[in-house]
């Protein structure tokens, strides 16, 4: 059966996803940055494997790769993020909480699966997906809400993989960015559109659709291209 990787796998969007993967036959290497009280996901029926991986730490992230060497993985997803500047306008900016959220959600993407890129492309090739957003997007996002180290941070992952789906081509792997959707986890609130088994439905559903000749763009859970 496939295996797919999924980091920030404990809660929200990335259990949704680790649970799913896993109910239809797929190998789900889940991590998280604590496997003492991983929380639901140790519950998960099937094969999920469960890693303890701070995504900002590289050193780290290049020592799981190392530990995973053998491991073929069909589809990584870079999951992990942060959103710790919810509504911060230009005067009340966190120069900090902008350099974490740059480490954490663009350059721990790009690291994640330049670490892994063997493991994916082994054997024919395989896919990279990250979670972006539509706040990042230029062409379409609202500036009703500042953000500016999380809209910033997620449209600079935008380029980044838009830059390593260009690199990695002739490797046959497909570099997908995802917008998730507004959605009740810890990060979107009660109040947003849709719940994450929604979104993880429809994540899959894209995936699943994608190749190489997607490689390098942003698609929402439903399937509609985004302009970045």
Known sequence: MPTVMITGSNRGIGLQLARQYAHYGWTVIATCRNTISPGPIATIEGDV????????DFHAVERLA??????????????????GDRNTGHRNIDIADWEKSFRVNTMA????????????????????ATVSSV???????????????YRTSKAAVNMAMHVFAEEVRPENVAVILLHPG?????????????????????????????????SGRLFAYDGREIPW
């Open 49 to 56: 494997r469960v890693y303890g991986l701070d995504v900002a």
């Open 66 to 83: 190392e530990d995973l060497a053998d491991t073929k993985i069909d589809l990584l997803i870079n999951n992990a993020g942060v959103y």
């Open 109 to 128: 993407p790009l690291m994640v699966a330049s670490a892994f890129l063997g493991h994916v492309s082994r054997d024919g090739g395989g896919m990279i």
């Open 135 to 149: 706040l990042a997007s230029i062409a379409e996002s609202s500036p009703n809400s500042a953000s500016y180290a």
């Open 182 to 214: 507004w959605v009740q986890t810890d990060m979107g609130g009660p109040s947003a559109a849709i719940d994450a088994q929604t979104s993880a439905e429809g994540i899959r559903k894209v995936l699943d659709g994608a190749g190489m000749a997607e």
